[in-house]
C-alpha cells in the first residue's frame, strides 16, 4: 500500500503504534488485521457462510440485467437472516453450509412463487 504524506500522518493519528513499512502494514494488535483461518483448513467441513458469494452472484446478474432474480437472491438471504433459525455458526447459528444455502433455495422458492414484485 502507498500512501502519500498526509495519508501517512493521518495513520499516524490514527494507529500511532503501527508497525509501517514501505508497502506493508502491520497492525498486530487490532483483531481486524489478525491471521485468518486459511481456507484450507475448512475444506470439506461444511462450515463455510456461503452470504458474501451470494450477494456476489446476485451483483453479476443485476450487472447482466436480470435485476428481479438479483432481488430474489437478496431478499430471501436477508429474510432468512431475519428469521434466525438457519443461520451459520460463525453468526451465531448451528446450520452448515448446505443447510443455511437450502433454506435461501426454499425463501428463493417461496418468494418466487408467491410472485414478489420487485
Known amino acids: 500500500m502507498v500512501l502519500d504524506y498526509s495519508q501517512e500522518l493521518l495513520l499516524e493519528k490514527i494507529m500511532p503504534c503501527s508497525d ?6 502491520n497492525f498486530p494488535d487490532s483483531p481486524m488485521f489478525r491471521k485468518r483461518t486459511s481456507w484450507k483448513k475448512l475444506t470439506g467441513l461444511n462450515v463455510v457462510n ?28 436477508t429474510n432468512v437472516y431475519l428469521e434466525g433459525k ?12 448446505d443447510q443455511f444455502t437450502d433454506r435461501v433455495i426454499q425463501e428463493i422458492a417461496l418468494l418466487n412463487h408467491n410472485s414478489v414484485k420487485f
Open 20 to 25: 509501517r513499512r514501505k508497502d506493508f502494514f
Open 50 to 77: 456461503p452470504t458474501a458469494i451470494l450477494y456476489a452472484g446476485a451483483g453479476m446478474l443485476s450487472t447482466m440485467g436480470y435485476p428481479r432474480f438479483s432481488k430474489l437472491i437478496e431478499t430471501a438471504v
Open 86 to 97: 438457519v443461520l451459520t455458526q460463525d453468526v451465531g447459528g448451528k446450520a452448515s453450509t
